[in-house]
């Protein structure tokens, strides 16, 4: 079964940083290509970012804009999302997925989610 649970998500102020983690089981971690998608309270599913298995990845130009980077530690399973230059606009709850082949990305598994807030 595939298991997901997000952490370092919290309260920062605009400008701020933050580094949210995914620990992963239940599934060959090295081999699969896996996101980070978010929500915000009455909008729909936004895709930020994605890594293949060798470590090449894309984020979204026009939601990320240069200010979210995705890496991945397959010796420990756990996948990150460092976000910097955050701004109000950032404010959701992340979630981290496992890319699942022939669909969309609102239908991956993905875990509980992490909530980022960015406020003065």
């Known amino acids: 079964e595939v298991q997901l649970v997000e952490s370092g998500g919290g309260l920062v102020q605009p400008g701020g940083s933050l580094t949210l983690s995914c620990a992963a089981s239940?599934?060959?971690?090295?081999?699969?290509?896996l996101s980070w998608v978010r929500q915000a309270p009455g909008k729909e599913l936004e895709w930020l970012c994605t890594i293949a298995s060798g470590g090449t990845s894309s984020c979204s130009t026009d939601v990320v804009k240069g200010r979210f980077a995705i890496s991945r530690d397959n010796d420990r399973s756990i996948l990150y999302l460092k976000l910097d230059s955050l701004n109000e606009g950032d404010t959701a709850m992340y979630y981290c997925a496992k890319n699942a082949p022939g669909r969309s990305f609102a239908q991956y598994p993905r875990g509980r989610g992490t909530q980022v807030t960015v406020s003065s």
């Open positions: 239940g599934f060959a971690f090295n081999s699969a290509a």
